[in-house]
Structures are given as C-alpha cells and as structure tokens.
C-alpha cells in the first residue's frame, strides 16, 4: 500500500506563489503516474497536471500552463506543484493523487491540502 500526504498549501495573494509537496511511503515502486487534482467550493474535482513516475513526462490542463510545473524527486518519492501568478479562481482542495501500474486510473489520494487564493 502506498500512503500519499501533502504539505504546502496556505493563503496567497494573487500574483503570487506556492509550492506543494507530495510525499509518497509505501510501495512507491509500484508507482506508474502522479498527478495533482483540485476541488473548488461547489465544483466537481478536475485535473490539474501529472508526471509519469519513471519517464518524467508531464501533462497540464489547459487552464494551469505556463503557471504550474510539475516535478517529482524519485530518491525522497515526492512530487512537487509549483504554482505561479496565482489567481483567485485557483482556490480549491488539492489532492495528491497516484496510480499504479495495476489501475487504470488513479487508485491512491491523499488527504487534501487548502490553497487560497485572495484577490
């Protein structure tokens, strides 16, 4: 079983940055993607942006390109979302989220970490 916690959220103003960490514990070699996902007040959860474990290649929804990057660290089994020129419309629950080589989809999330945008 893989365990995923977040760190790194909080209050920004906007224009401004975070960065939030993943930290996987577990099983992390079964690992095939990570990616970040985001919950706003009333909204459906949607995709934010993923990195394949192994390859290193990244993918963005459209509405975060060229404002986030994605990054992960293999040897410390955390990814990172390093957000810029944040806008209040980026206020949501961010979760970590993995999938293994076994899923199909993303099978493992973490708890949820606030960010808050102000304008």
């Known amino acids: 079983q893989v365990q995923l916690v977040e760190s790194g959220g909080g209050l920004v103003q906007a224009g401004g940055s975070l960065r939030l960490s993943c930290a996987a514990s577990g099983r992390t070699f079964s690992m095939y993607f990570m990616g970040w996902f985001r919950q706003g007040s009333g909204k459906e959860r949607e995709f934010v942006a993923s990195i394949k474990w192994s390859a290193g290649d990244t993918y963005y929804a459209d509405s975060v390109k060229g404002r986030f990057t994605i990054s992960r660290d293999n040897a410390k089994n955390t990814v990172y979302l390093q957000m810029n020129s944040l806008k209040p419309e980026d206020t949501a629950v961010y979760y970590c989220?993995?999938?293994?080589?076994?899923?199909?989809?993303?099978?493992?999330w973490g708890q949820g970490i606030q960010v808050t945008v102000s304008s």
């Open positions: 989220a993995g999938r293994e080589t076994v899923s199909n989809s993303y099978n493992l």
